[in-house]
């Protein structure tokens, strides 16, 4: 079993390969670059040669064109002669056409397999930030889960929470001498919320049966690592939805998932697209939590990949914790584009050999 994997072509004429120790896939890593520089291809080439190795990935296809991972290319391909003489020139040299095991998820169930959990298991805390709750809101929610928890109640679907929630609503004024104030109508926005992410679809996500995490990370008869695809294009029209889902995730795996030390080689390597979709107006806590994650669910043998244009669409603590890095090219049109320029090459060391901002501007496509 080989203990690198291929990322790509460097050095003069992009003619030396460039591989990455499986033993390190998981400290975590970034994936740049501006739109059509050749990100996809990147997460496709790493998801195919890691599940070559045995390593189960779960990536988000929020373009819609990682399907073809299921499917052999073949030499009639109009492309053929131009992806041989590229893989020649970026030493691939055992580049050849072949499929790969293939599991296809939605949450919303239409793409491929429905993907489900509770609503006790998703948590006060993500659940607030699902339906963007401001402070006093998100401390009903708490009180309401804490009535559940202590009476034993149920909490699978949104019809339970909203249930639950009238009856928090009917006994306020008992409830607010023990918890706090419980505002009718705090539970009135609470519950008006949740009417509209059941028009998004988001009743789909909250039932039984819950996901079960060893389903993702199965490895076929001939070793090879099973290939998660999360069906995303429709869920970019409810981004909460999908950034949270990412996050439930990330903490469903750092929560079950046993201690492995550091191994041969990950358990599981995820790839999180749009990654500033996680972050964009998260609170505090909710950054902080992702942090702490990410930072320790390395030892659950669990690598973390973040896809997005721009380093800095990451907070600096989570941003120091990616220790694997594919940059590629970022444009300097407009005086934002060039700070955010001169702030990735910034997060990259010092290089005698190069500048690091101008390499940046002209990196090669793909």
């Not at 996050?247 to 599981?268: H, Q």
């Not at 694997?324 to 060039?338: E, G, K, M, P, S």
């Not at 700070?339 to 190069?354: C, G, I, M, S, V």
Request: glycine residues 10%; without cysteine; charged residues 25%.
């Amino acid at each position: 079993m080989k203990d690198r994997i291929f990322v790509g072509g460097g050095g003069e004429g992009y003619a030396v390969p460039q591989e990455l120790l499986l033993k390190y896939a998981n400290r975590h890593g970034l994936i740049a670059g501006a739109t059509g520089t050749g990100k996809t291809v990147t997460l496709q080439i790493l998801a195919e040669e890691l599940s070559a190795a045995g390593v189960p990935v779960f990536m988000s296809d929020v373009k819609g064109d990682l399907s073809g991972l299921a499917v052999a290319g073949s030499e009639g391909f109009k492309l053929h002669d131009a992806f041989m003489e590229r893989a020649a020139k970026i030493g691939f040299d055992d580049y050849t056409y072949d499929s790969f095991p293939v599991t296809f998820w939605d949450l919303f169930g239409k793409s491929g397999h429905p993907i489900r959990t509770t609503v006790a298991e998703m948590g006060p805390l993500l659940i607030s930030r699902l339906l963007e709750l401001s402070e006093a809101q998100e401390g009903v929610l708490n009180i309401a889960f804490r009535v559940a928890d202590e009476q034993g109640l149920p909490l699978l679907d949104l019809k339970d929470l909203q249930s639950l929630l009238v009856w928090v609503g009917q006994n306020g004024k008992d409830l607010s001498l023990r918890y706090g104030n419980v505002s009718p109508s705090s539970i009135g926005t609470i519950q008006r919320r949740l009417l509209v992410l059941e028009n998004q679809g988001g009743v789909n996500l909250f039932g039984e049966p819950a996901l079960e995490l060893a389903d993702m990370m199965m490895v076929d008869a001939d070793g090879r690592g099973r290939i998660n695809i999360l069906a995303s294009d429709a869920l970019m029209a409810a981004p909460k939805l999908y950034a949270t889902f990412l996050i439930w995730l990330l903490s469903e795996l750092f929560e079950e998932l046993p201690e492995v030390g550091d191994p041969d080689k990950p358990k599981l390597v995820l790839f999180f697209d749009e990654a500033h979709l996680l972050f964009d107006g998260a609170p505090k806590p909710m950054i902080d939590k992702i942090e702490q994650v990410a930072r320790l669910i390395r030892s659950k043998g669990v690598g973390v990949f973040f896809v997005t244009q721009n380093p800095g669409d990451i907070p600096e603590d989570i941003l120091g914790q990616l220790g694997n890095r594919v940059q590629h090219a970022l444009r300097a049109f407009t005086a934002r584009d060039r700070k955010q320029l001169l702030h990735a090459a910034e997060t990259y060391r010092d290089n005698p050999r190069f500048d690091t901002a101008q390499a940046i501007r002209e990196v090669g496509v793909g």
